[in-house]
């Protein structure tokens, strides 16, 4: 079983950074791909960026602004979230997959993953 927290979240201007953390139990954690998904209010939960042994991997729409990271030795993943716009207003939700050959594509799918955290709300304003 692993348990996700994540922290970090906010209220910033646009154009403000912050940046999120995702504490993970579980000592396989070193073998598990690692995702960020955001869910705004009235729409789906969408993929942000992921990171596995693979690589790391962003959506289109926050490409150049958003870095995700692991450390392993701190069984934390970071999202590293630079020139905040509003449209990326929403919860923040941290999850993670227990597969070890993941592909790319499917890391970008929220159906991949087995653990979830609570979310972190971050606000943007204009």
């Known amino acids: 079983q692993v348990q996700l927290v994540e922290s970090g979240g906010g209220l910033v201007q646009a154009g403000g950074s912050l940046r999120l953390s995702c504490a993970a139990s579980g000592r396989t954690f070193r073998d598990y791909a690692m995702g960020w998904f955001r869910q705004a209010p009235g729409k789906e939960r969408e993929f942000v960026a992921a990171?596995?042994?693979?690589?790391?991997y962003q959506a289109d729409s926050v490409k150049g602004r958003f870095t995700i990271s692991k450390d392993n030795d701190k069984n934390t993943v970071y999202l590293q979230m630079n020139s905040l716009k509003p449209e990326d207003t929403g919860v923040y939700y941290c999850a993670a997959d227990s597969q070890i050959f993941t592909s790319s594509q499917a890391m970008r799918v929220r159906e991949t993953y087995d653990y979830w955290g609570q979310g972190t709300q971050v606000t943007v304003s204009s």
């Open positions: 990171v596995s042994w693979r690589g790391t």
